[in-house]
Antibody, heavy 121, light 114 residues
Framework: EVQLVESGGGAVRPGGSLRLSCAAS????????MGWVRQAPGKGLEWVSS????????TYADSVRGRFTISRDNARNSLSLQMNSLRAEDTAMYHC??????????????WGQGILVTVSS | DIQMTQSPSSLSASVGDRVTITCRAS??????LNWYQQKPGEAPKLLMF??????????SLQSGVPSRFRGSGSGTDFTLTITSLQPEDFATYYC?????????FGQGTKVEIK
């Protein structure tokens, strides 16, 4: 069974940092791009970032570019999101996703259950 | 960025009803359009990619998505139709364009019980 399990969330003050991790299992990790999609409480979905299969190509939403860094460790089947200079508007559930395709024509499947990040003073 | 607009934002329907959700892109995206279903407290689940295609489970050749879900459209206008609404279909549905990054979603359509 394909599974994505996030960890590392929690509460942080504005300007602080947090590192999210995603453990992948049930598929050949380095065959796929991976990504993060977030959902603010009671709101819709917002794509955050994606990384290609070997980590040499990354893309970011404008809202996080320069503050967030996505990375992966194929030896450990692991995806990470380093979040710096956090703002209140970054408060959301962060879902790890398998980004099937990575470029035009991609889709996100499956999704992890998500990990909550709360940015508040 | 490509803007995605869904309508309606919410709807009430009864079991057995035919339900149609519309998604409009701010520019032509060919058929690069995906649909997701999200039930309360759960992660979103892919329903359809490339506007009308379903994922088939490897080896079993069965789709994990019931055949009552139908996707259609191209260019800027797309629809997701549930031909006969079932109790497990009450959820929020999102479209997402996969034509060009940043990948953007519609605001969602919540399907509620009448």
């Amino acid at each position: 069974e394909v599974q994505l399990v996030e960890s590392g969330g929690g509460a942080v003050r504005p300007g602080g940092s947090l590192r999210l991790s995603c453990a992948a299992s049930g598929f050949t990790f380095d065959d796929y791009a991976m990504g993060w999609v977030r959902q603010a409480p009671g709101k819709g979905l917002e794509w955050v970032s994606s990384i290609n299969w070997n980590g040499d190509s990354t893309t970011y939403a404008d809202s996080v570019r320069g503050r967030f860094t996505i990375s992966r460790d194929n030896a450990r089947n692991s995806l990470s999101l380093q979040m710096n200079s956090l703002r209140a508007e970054d408060t959301a559930m962060y879902h790890c996703v398998r980004d099937v395709g990575y470029t035009r024509g991609n889709w996100f499947d499956p999704w992890g259950q998500g990990i909550l990040v709360t940015v508040s003073s | 960025d490509i803007q995605m607009t869904q309508s309606p934002s919410s709807l009430s329907a009864s079991v057995g009803d035919r339900v149609t959700i519309t998604c409009r892109a701010s520019e032509s995206i060919s058929t690069y359009l995906n649909w997701y279903q999200q039930k309360p407290g759960e992660a979103p689940k892919l329903l359809m990619f490339d506007a009308s295609k379903m994922i088939y489970v490897a080896l079993s050749l069965q789709s994990g998505v019931p055949s009552r879900f139908r996707g259609s459209g191209s260019g800027t206008d797309f629809t997701l139709t549930i031909t006969s609404l079932q109790p497990e279909d009450f959820a929020t549905y999102y479209c997402q364009q996969s034509f060009s990054p940043p990948w953007t979603f519609g605001q969602g359509t919540k399907v509620e019980i009448k």
